[in-house]
């Protein structure tokens, strides 16, 4: 069973900066993918940014250019930076642990969300 933890979300003025983190921990074999997904009011879940075992990445079109997901491994951590913030990126930011467990299933797990308000 895997644990995520998130972090770093919070008001920032339009143009400016957050950084989100999201450790998992627990018991598991391997953590294949890691992700961000957010979700603004009135609107569906969106992905934002993943990034894989081997530090592949895949980007919405709409934050390519200004946010950027990265890993810790031995950490078991995922960063968003996000840079050049506006209005538009207001959300619920929903980290995500695609992972491997001792039993060899493949599962998926969810964080708990953390708000990002983005003000002009």
């Known amino acids: 069973q895997v644990q995520l933890v998130e972090s770093g979300g919070g008001s920032v003025q339009a143009g400016g900066s957050l950084r989100l983190s999201c450790a998992a921990s627990g018991t598991f074999f391997s953590i294949n993918v890691m992700g961000w997904y957010r979700q603004a009011p009135g609107k569906q879940r969106e992905l934002v940014a993943v990034?894989?075992?081997?530090?592949?990445?895949n980007y919405a079109d709409s934050v390519k250019g200004r946010l950027t997901i990265y890993r810790d491994t031995p950490k078991n951590t995922v960063y968003l930076q996000m840079n050049s913030l506006k209005d538009e990126d207001t959300a619920i930011y929903y980290c995500y642990a695609d992972y491997t467990g001792n039993d060899w299933r493949r599962r998926l797990y969810w964080g708990q969300g953390t708000q990002v308000t983005v003000s002009s």
């Open positions: 990034i894989n075992s081997r530090d592949n990445t």
